[in-house]
């Protein structure tokens, strides 16, 4: 995990993507214990306020669970986790759509280049 100290998104922000999409691609699974905020912090050299208030928002969105004494906790719900990784794609091929429209192509052009990706994907 990484973050950009020049960046334009706010820290913690950054964070809560990366978190996301550690659990949305399985880096970090259901019910695994996640890195203690003092621990992620010292990691990625920012401050503990920071972690704690994406590690907080991730407990909103019930991403994460806290266990008292323990740590906080990937969920177990399911149903969070493939409502995570459906977020994450339609946002992924949002902004590729979002591209392929600022090249000025046709119709045609985009659909033939979504269909060739596809079949790549699929090889």
């Known amino acids: 995990m990484h973050v950009n ?33 003092r621990k992620l912090a010292e990691n990625l050299e920012v401050n503990p306020t920071t972690i704690q208030r994406a590690y907080s928002l991730l407990e909103q969105e019930e991403i994460l669970v806290s266990q008292r004494g323990i740590g906080k906790f990937v969920t ?28 000025e192509l046709t119709q045609n052009e985009r659909e033939h280049i979504i269909e060739k990706i596809v079949r790549s994907a699929n090889e």
Do not use: M
């Open 5 to 37: 100290y020049d960046g334009n998104r706010p820290i913690y922000q950054q964070i809560i993507e990366q978190v996301e999409y550690w659990i949305a691609s399985n880096h970090w699974q259901q019910n695994e214990k996640v890195p203690s905020v």
């Open 76 to 103: 177990d719900k399911t149903e969070k986790i493939s409502d995570l990784r459906l977020r994450l794609i339609e946002t992924h091929l949002t902004a590729f759509i979002t591209q392929l429209r600022k090249l």
